[in-house]
């Protein structure tokens, strides 16, 4: 009788993460990127950023690049960690191609309510959104199975998009830079996109 023997080491430690050990490497090439971005500084954000006077010009790159960079070290240093730990939740709750239709859907919804509900905003940098649509579709998956901190997380989410909606960012937000509604038209993004993309059907 063949027993497959335990994953140790760092694909150990990746998969305990609910991150397959075997794409242990997709999570640190995002953050491999993250901080080459960060490193290059101004240019990056410059360069990449949603700006609505570049899309005015028909830079049309910008919708999507312009979640990858941040404002400051702290901003992609705390964008760099929710991405860790949204891996730490949900990494294995679709396959990896959905994951991508997934986060390239929430950041395209960033842009788009930006552009067209937002009008007021001007430029924009940073991971939040798109990660709250990654919150959103891991959590579907969660509800899908019937896991019980499915509805605790859908009870966080509802509750954070409210109270952002109502009172503006978070306490441990910065209130001054966090734009809120980035937050709502991810989270409507990413829930969109797990709706029409398979979840696994098994608990992890």
Excluded: C
């Excluded at 788009?112 to 991971?127: N, R, T």
């Amino acid at each position: 009788m063949n027993v497959t023997p335990p994953v140790t080491g760092f694909a150990g430690f990746l998969k305990s993460l609910n991150g397959d050990g075997r794409h242990g490497l997709t999570l640190l090439a995002l953050l491999g990127l993250v901080l080459l971005l960060a490193i290059w500084g101004d240019g990056a954000r410059a360069l990449l950023r949603y700006d609505r006077a570049a899309l005015e010009s028909f830079q049309l790159y910008r919708p999507l690049t312009a979640h990858q960079v941040h404002l400051d070290w702290e901003h992609a240093i705390l964008n760099g960690l929710g991405l860790v730990l949204m891996w730490a939740l949900f990494a294995r709750d679709y396959s990896a191609w959905r994951w991508l239709a997934i986060w390239l859907s929430a950041s395209l919804a960033v842009s788009a309510g930006l552009w067209w509900l937002s009008p007021q905003v001007e430029w924009y940098v940073g991971a939040s959104g798109a990660l709250h649509g990654v919150l959103t579709a891991g959590t579907l998956a969660h509800l899908k199975r019937r896991d019980l901190d499915g509805w605790i997380l859908a009870a966080f989410v509802v509750a954070k998009l409210g109270y952002e909606q109502w009172q503006g960012a978070m306490p441990f937000e910065a209130s001054g830079l966090t734009i809120s509604a980035a937050h709502l038209y991810g989270a409507i993004g990413g829930l969109l996109a797990a709706l029409l993309v398979r979840s696994r059907r098994e608990p992890l």
